[in-house]
Nanobody
Framework: QVQLVESGGGLVQAGGSLRLSCAAS????????MAWYRQPPGKQRELVAS???????NYAEYVEGRFTISRDNAKNTVYLQMSSLKPEDTAVYYC???????????????WGQGTQVTVSS
């Protein structure tokens, strides 16, 4: 069974940095799209950044220039380097990936369990 496991969240002061990781495991044939979403307290989940299989990236306006998404295809892992963090970046961060499952040979949308990022002022 395919799983996404995030790590790297925590508490950081404003202006600090954190690096999130998300590793996919299981019977994986290929991974196309990978992304990070976040859900601030009391708000809906929103897209933070995404990267395609051809390394084309896209960022939400509110993180452009501060966050960097990257992927290591050999490790089936996507990263989110977050710098110049602000209190408004506080949220649960979720990994998302479109994976061709080796059991079903079909593309499925997978989510990680989420990791808390808290930025103090």
């Amino acid at each position: 069974q395919v799983q996404l496991v995030e790590s790297g969240g925590g508490l950081v002061q404003a202006g600090g940095s954190l690096r999130l990781s998300c590793a996919a495991s299981g019977r994986i044939l290929s991974i196309s799209y990978m992304a990070w979403y976040r859900q601030p307290p009391g708000k809906q989940r929103e897209l933070v950044a995404s990267v395609t299989g051809l390394d084309s990236t896209n960022y939400a306006e509110y993180v452009e220039g501060r966050f960097t998404i990257s992927r290591d295809n050999a490790k089936n892992t996507v990263y989110l380097q977050m710098s110049s963090l602000k209190p408004e970046d506080t949220a649960v961060y979720y990994c998302n990936a479109h994976i061709v499952d080796g059991s079903t040979y079909s593309v499925r949308n997978y989510w990680g369990q989420g990791t808390q990022v808290t930025v103090s002022s």
